[in-house]
T-cell receptor, first 114, second 113 residues
Framework: SAVISQKPSRDICQRGTSLTIQCQVD?????MFWYRQQPGQSLTLIAT?????????ESGFVIDKFPISRPNLTFSTLTVSNMSPEDSSIYLC???????????FGEGSWLTVV | GENVEQHPSTLSVQEGDSAVIKCTYS??????FPWYKQELGKRPQLIID?????GEKKDQRIAVTLNKTAKHFSLHITETQPEDSAVYFC????????????FGGGTRVLVKP
């Protein structure tokens, strides 16, 4: 399976600041996604990161709060803007492997907002 | 859109016993059903998946069954071991929708030695 690396792995952020999470894949993939997992909860899709165009956001998520970039087929970033304690979550990058249509997750970025 | 419900939310079993987790989904177009295991502090790891053209799939001690008519699928873990303790998530997606997974609420499994 593809190797998916995320940075940072963990961070403590001040209220009102923004943080950008990076996702790097070791092979080209067509589909990349960003999920959020709030403490003790399930995973919720934030958006699909589209290469060369604007991301497709799910209901309840907006570009101003979660801007996403996808400059090529191996890299994407998610920014969490103007953070509040409610944004404390695990943010997970996921990819669909081009062969087999299987979906894998990156290591996750554990964010705590204080 | 798709809605996935997962039961039970917690499951405690004795080591060596079997564990069964059940999920139902709402979108009849869904045709890919993966299961993920998430250990404390770690990412979700794909443990098994099933596609709609098969009814059952097995991999060593884990198996998944799918009933498309009833729109439910289940994870079976036999001969449970303490290392099976984790949170398990089911998910569903219509492959044509770009594989956007909809997840169930998760089942916390505790295997008691």
């Amino acid at each position: 399976s593809a190797v998916i690396s995320q940075k940072p792995s963990r961070d403590i952020c001040q209220r009102g600041t923004s943080l950008t999470i990076q996702c790097q894949v070791d092979s080209q993939v067509t589909m990349m996604f960003w999920y959020r997992q709030q403490p003790g909860q399930s995973l919720t899709l934030i958006a699909t990161a589209n290469q060369g165009s604007e991301a497709t956001y799910e209901s309840g998520f907006v570009i101003d709060k979660f801007p996403i970039s996808r400059p090529n087929l191996t890299f994407s970033t998610l920014t969490v803007s103007n953070m509040s304690p409610e944004d404390s979550s695990i943010y997970l990058c996921s990819v669909e492997e081009n062969s087999g249509n299987t979906i894998y997750f990156g290591e996750g970025s554990w964010l705590t907002v204080v | 859109g798709e809605n996935v419900e997962q039961h039970p939310s917690t499951l405690s079993v004795q080591e060596g016993d079997s564990a069964v987790i059940k999920c139902t989904y709402s979108d009849s177009a869904s045709n890919y059903f993966p299961w993920y295991k998430q250990e404390l502090g770690k990412r979700p790891q794909l443990i098994i998946d099933i596609r709609s053209n098969v009814g059952e799939k097995k991999d060593q001690r884990i198996a998944v069954t799918l009933n498309k008519t009833a729109k439910h699928f289940s994870l079976h873990i036999t001969e449970t071991q303490p290392e099976d303790s984790a949170v398990y998530f089911c998910a569903a997606t219509p492959m044509a929708a770009g594989n956007k997974l909809t997840f169930g609420g998760g089942t916390r499994v505790l295997v008691k030695p």
